[in-house]
């Protein structure tokens, strides 16, 4: 079946490093992709997506490529600030039809200190 | 608000007791979802439904229940037969189409007294 692997965390960076966070996924196809983040105590957000290999998602600063060769979908940012901490999951929905479910990594806690 | 609204958002479930927790939302979609999230863990499907007056069984169903009588409306009610309630209980909505995102609460955290 579906599945997505994200790396082992959580991730701690000092404010403006460089952040990349792995996400390689298996399924059939060409599944979309997406990037949620979950701020302490809330709800997932939709942080970006893509649906078809070489797109490129990107929003606040983040960015994901889509790269079916390698079947990843790395998260980068550039320079972190504290307000990235969060919880960032990776997930995909295959392109199987229109009822098809979110297949969801296990997620990982990023920490970003002053 | 993402167009998707959940109620409580703290709850607190008395040994053998029902609890219902509500999801609305405001968008007109025919698709919506219920996870639940344990610390440190990631999401686990509960049920989904993708249309009125049918839902089908997630993951993790056993211990819940839902209805679907409003297409605006996805309550999930916890059962006493689900022995270990204590989650945090995240509700999605999402538009038609095959390459479309879910779109999340904010979430109800159910806590047993």
């Known amino acids: 079946g579906d599945s997505v692997t994200q790396m082992e965390g959580p991730v701690t960076l000092s404010e403006e490093a460089f952040l990349t966070i792995n996400c390689t996924y298996t399924?059939?196809?060409?599944?979309?992709l997406f990037w949620y983040v979950q701020y302490p105590g809330e709800g997932l957000q939709l942080l970006l997506k893509a649906t078809k290999a070489d797109d490129k998602g990107s929003n606040k600063g983040f960015e994901a490529t889509y790269r079916k060769e390698t079947t990843s979908f790395h998260l980068e940012k550039g320079s972190v600030q504290v307000s990235d901490s969060a919880v960032y999951f990776c997930?995909?929905?295959?392109?199987?039809?229109?009822?098809?479910?979110?297949?969801f990594g296990k997620g990982i806690t990023l920490s970003v200190r002053p | 608000d993402g167009g998707i609204t959940q109620s409580p958002k703290y709850l607190f479930r008395k040994e053998g007791q029902n609890v219902t927790l509500s999801c609305e939302q405001n968008l007109n979609h025919d698709a919506m979802y219920w996870y639940r999230q344990d610390p440190g863990q990631g999401l686990r499907l509960i049920y989904y439904s993708q249309i009125v007056n049918d839902f089908q069984k997630g993951d993790i169903a056993e211990g819940y229940s839902v209805s679907r009588e409003k297409k605006e409306s996805f309550p999930l009610t916890v059962t006493s037969a689900q022995k270990n309630p204590t989650a945090f209980y995240l509700c999605?909505?999402?538009?038609?189409?095959?390459?479309?995102?879910?779109?999340f609460g904010d979430g109800t955290r159910l806590s047993i007294l």
């Open positions: 999605a909505h999402r538009a038609a189409g095959v390459r479309t995102a879910q779109h």
């Open positions: 399924a059939t196809g060409y599944p979309s």
């Open positions: 997930a995909l929905i295959p392109d199987t039809g229109a009822n098809s479910k979110l297949t």
